[in-house]
């Protein structure tokens, strides 16, 4: 067994090809010893063959072309010809290779990541252990459709014991756009009512339900009609929701409150069934509500009998510096979508809940063809093994905690640095023009992205119902060098970019 480890960085090249044990459980007291597992991760290799152009792997960015490198340029105006325009968001960069926090273009330049993919990667890229455990499955089985096998079995039994203790069952599918149509269908059909509350500014998927349940409007206009039998209502974000303005977080998270039953008065045709909420909205902004907000929802879900559908695909697995992002709260959901950070980087979503509402639907009534397949089982088994043994929720608060201070620091030379939100390894950093006025300054936001690819740092295009939120969210490995480092480069990047365009 190779003693090299991967953390370690450069050295560890060399393929074992020795099998691992599959599926293990670590509910306390059925787990392997720490130490056994603990060796699976760390006493591993490479993921793959380095690449020829990779050179020797420093964890540090380092850029070797001009930005977009040469390769990069043609596979892009490939992409460019075949793929359809809303294809073409992100920075010009092609993705060769990536291990952990570092990326590896096509040209061989090496970026620190900001992105996770979209918050997918939690457990880093190509983590060997990871890549183990899927190679593993892979030789032996890829899909059987709806008959069992034994990681989709393991898995559901994993994320039973891994959620609050009420939790009984998991529901495997593959998106977290599936993972919401699922648990809209699963509240309906258990309910009498077909009405759900949704927020201003939620993300919860682009298919029409998931979209329809949302309050971005990017995924509604001029699609036509969006699917009846939602509400919508006010989400408290407190930098520029009308409702919040000159309140204290208290007085606006019970002007929201309030404001549910003046909907429900006014818009409901006495059908309620239940309410869907991200914990925080991450598309629109990295937007994180008062406590006192989502504890009065949970309770106000509750008094009237409703489902309360916590949407956790992005906020979970350790992203928040907690597993479950709910976890900084005293709530209750009924039903908690799960996606993204739990396959980790192979497809793969659940909704877990309470066998009432779940064992509801008939045998038979919700199968999925890739849901829970023995392969995305398998990854997310993997992932939650990488997420225990090497403690990536604690390193997300601690790691989030440096990034929230260095951020207010820079805040003090940067006044355009209008917002700061930060929970654990999620961020949203609000651009503005002046901080007094808080207009928004999607232009300066932009730049500041792309000065922070040409220094080797990769962050996802801006996001918020203004374009003018960056998103810090690295793999939960991050090291604290390179949390330091990048955030060196993100601090250069901005100053760089004001002077560029302006604010
Ligand atoms: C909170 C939330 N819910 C649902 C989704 C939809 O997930 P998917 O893109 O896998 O369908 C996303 C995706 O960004 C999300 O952030």
């Not at 349940?213 to 009308?242: C, D, I, Q, V």
């Not at 060196?488 to 760089?496: L, P, Q, S, T, V």
Request: charged share 25%; with cysteine; hydrophobic share 35%.
């Amino acid at each position: 067994m190779p003693s090299l480890c991967w953390a370690a960085g450069s050295e560890c090249r060399r393929f074992d090809t020795t099998p691992t044990p599959r599926y293990t459980s670590t509910r306390v007291g059925k787990r392997p010893e720490k130490g056994f597992l603990a060796a699976l991760i760390f006493a591993c290799t490479a993921p793959h063959e380095p690449s020829q152009i990779t050179g020797e792997a420093t964890e540090m960015p380092k850029i070797i072309t001009e930005l977009p490198g040469p390769r990069s340029q043609e596979i892009i105006e490939t992409a460019r010809t075949y793929e359809p325009r809303s294809m073409g968001d992100q920075m010009p960069v092609v993705w060769d290779h990536a291990e952990g926090c570092v990326v590896w273009d096509v040209d061989g330049n090496e970026f620190l990541d900001w992105s996770s993919g979209v918050l997918v990667t939690n457990v880093g890229h190509c983590h060997p252990y990871y890549v183990r455990q899927v190679k593993d499955q892979c030789e032996k089985l890829f899909n059987c459709y709806d008959f069992v096998t034994e990681p989709r079995a393991e898995l559901a039994k994993r994320l039973v014991e891994i959620t609050p203790e009420y939790i009984d069952k998991a529901f495997l599918v593959t998106t977290g756009s599936d993972a919401t149509e699922a648990a809209i269908r699963m509240a309906r059909r258990v309910s009498d009512g077909y009405e759900i509350i949704g927020f201003d500014g939620a993300f919860h998927g682009r298919t029409y339900g998931a979209a329809s349940a949302g309050g971005m409007m990017g995924t509604k206009n001029n699609y036509g009609p969006m699917t009846p039998g939602f509400l919508h209502a006010p989400f408290p974000y407190m930098y520029r929701a009308p409702i919040c303005q000159g309140k204290s977080e208290e007085e606006a998270a019970q002007a929201c409150l309030e404001y549910l039953d003046w909907l429900v008065d006014r818009q409901s045709s006495n059908a309620l069934c239940g309410v869907i909420t991200e914990p925080y909205q991450g598309g629109a902004g990295g937007i994180i509500p008062p406590k006192s907000w989502i504890e009065g929802l949970d309770r106000w879900c509750k008094d009237r009998g409703l489902i309360f559908i916590l949407d956790e695909v992005q906020s979970s697995f350790g992203r928040t510096g907690k597993m479950f992002c709910m976890e900084h709260w005293d709530i209750k959901p009924d039903l908690i979508t799960l996606g993204k950070g739990l396959g980790s980087g192979i497809p793969c979503s659940a909704v877990v809940g309470t066998s009432e509402i779940m064992d509801a639907l008939p045998e038979g009534s919700m199968g999925s063809t890739n849901g829970g397949n023995p392969i995305s089982s398998a990854a997310a088994l993997a992932a939650i093994d990488i997420i225990e043994e090497e403690h990536l929720v604690e390193n997300a608060a601690k790691m989030g905690k440096l990034f929230e201070k260095r951020f207010v620091k820079m805040q003090e030379s940067f006044p355009q640095l209008g917002d700061i939100r930060v929970l654990g390894l999620m961020g949203g950093l609000e651009f503005v023009k002046d901080p007094e006025s808080r207009e928004p300054a999607p232009e300066l936001t932009r730049q500041i992205v792309w000065e922070c690819f040409q220094r080797g740092l990769i962050c996802i295009a801006p996001i918020g119902l203004y374009s003018n939120v960056i998103r810090v969210a690295p793999p939960l490995v991050i090291t604290e060098e390179q949390a330091n480092e990048s955030l060196d480069i993100f601090e250069e990047a901005m100053h760089a970019a004001l002077n560029e365009v302006g604010a």
